[in-house]
């Protein structure tokens, strides 16, 4: 699946997003692949993904990690970045 | 090693953490063994799967091992969490703490499994006989 | 039975435990599992021995049970107390508790050790290489 | 051994103390037989062993149990009793 957004007239970037759990299910496939208006912060995907699929809304919580660490939302993503998106977690 | 974390997709056992706890000055070993459940909210539970983030979640146990060490004086630390299929009464996880006091232990393995309920990237979905929901996903 | 208590002059162990806390809603166990550590205020521990009054001390632990099952929804109990001479790293008590929801246990089983620790009357002589003490006898 | 003390123009008894531990030390024994004065309370039977024994004031407790359970200061110690010296217990 390929959804294109541009918000700003800067370079793009080439971006693929994996989903565990029910962000899985939200998008009905485990990658989603993105053409980014660059800089694209935590905040902005974010932002895009809740706007794309209301459904994250109603999740308890929703996170980003960025190579394999929780991101914060100023981070910025950039190119070869491994992005995941982390709904609520219930491990234990 | 003073931590040990694994994820694994076979039947976990305290006799197979307890070598990575083996350590003559310990004076208190503290375990938390979590199960499945038969019930959820009044719900009969038949199975549920795990799925993990892999390397992610490995880092985020390993990082609960480290807070733990630098908050408690902990000797060892291992934790084993159970991913894929599992039936009522299978070990979801193990957490083993050894201090050299027992309430260090206590305290050091409560944190660690509250924290890993906050922060390590696995999903637990159970299924009832009706349907199958991703556990704490919604408020 | 819903508490378990036992003194035994042979090796402890989890796996022997385990089966007195079977129970299929049970979501969160800890263990507590105490050893022989190999010092003492700075002293080489050789060996320790244990010796119980066993009729009261079989009372007193099964006392901290049913104060254990008064306090939290304690689902099963179980302590196992070592008796007798015991080596570096022998296990000298294990004590596990299976509730529904994980603090609950780790309360009950803090619970049970400090209180086995005042109550029971349970006498432990430590040996050193130019001595022995009778643990905690003294101010 | 045997000890005989009495206080009062009473009834005496027989009794047999067990002791463990530190306490089993300190009596040189693990029983000491004691013709006592009725009614003897778990207080005075402590106070009299602390007297005869005055290595028992320098323990950290001493606690007596009457038939498998810890007795009372008040409590009183009759015929037939399992009488119990309890020094300062260190299981676990």
Known sequence: ?92 | MKITVELLDTPLSTAVCQPALANEGAGGIVWFVGTVRNQTEGRTVRRLEFEAYTPMALAELRKIGEQACARWPVQKMVIHHRIGTLAIGDIAVIIGVACPHRAEAFAACQFAIDTLKQTVPIWKKEFFDDGAVWVAAHP
């Open chain 1, 1 to 92: 699946m390929s959804l294109i957004f541009k918000k700003r007239t800067l370079d793009n970037m080439e971006l693929e997003v994996i989903a565990y759990g029910i962000a899985r299910d939200i998008l009905g496939h485990p990658h989603l692949k993105l053409v980014v208006a660059t800089p694209l912060t935590v905040a902005a995907l974010l932002e895009e993904l809740k706007s794309r699929y209301p459904a994250f809304r109603e999740l308890a919580s929703l996170a980003i990690a960025v190579n394999a660490s929780y991101a914060t939302p100023e981070q910025v993503i950039v190119a070869g970045d491994e992005v995941v998106i982390i709904p609520p977690v219930a491990g234990g």
